[in-house]
């Protein structure tokens, strides 16, 4: 009975840390959206077609080419932070969706923000202090996000 508990344990922290890791709003990283195209400064949505899985999360891309570029290079693309906002990771700590269209790329990275209602967190990320944001960002993923 003890070694059934103590899988269940495992696994039940496997699945909360794989949800936490990388945001798959509409089944995907990124909602859907190329993480390769980012880099070419478009936004543009994946077709499922051309689709992987890295570490537990799907990932879709545009061509057969982007998908193997990306399962040539994962770390290069991935978005920073699993893909939740940037701006309220730095500013708040909290796991927040985004608008998968709202994005910069700094320091050859990804960053993904919530664009809606009238908020766009990437304008308000680049009017404050941008280094301090990530500085903050940083640490809230790696020290409070990851180490539940």
Do not use: H
Not at 106 to 119: H, P
Request: charged share 25%; proline share 2%.
């Amino acid at each position: 009975m003890k070694s059934v508990l103590i899988i269940l344990t495992i696994c039940m922290s496997a699945l909360v840390n794989a949800q936490t890791k990388f945001l798959t709003k509409k089944g995907f990283v990124a909602e859907g959206y190329d993480v390769t195209e980012y880099f070419n400064g478009t936004a543009v949505e994946g077709n499922k077609m051309y689709s992987t899985t890295y570490e537990g999360a799907k990932f879709a891309f545009k061509t057969e080419a982007n998908k193997a570029k990306f399962e040539a290079a994962p770390l290069k693309y991935l978005p920073q932070y699993g893909g939740y906002c940037a701006y309220a990771l730095g500013v708040k700590g909290d796991l927040v969706s985004i608008d998968a269209e709202t994005f910069e790329i700094r320091d050859g990275k990804l960053y993904l923000f919530y664009n809606s209602w009238g908020m766009n967190t990437l304008n308000k990320w680049l009017e404050e202090n941008p280094e301090e944001l990530k500085e903050q960002a940083d640490d809230n993923w790696e020290n409070k996000l990851l180490k539940k």
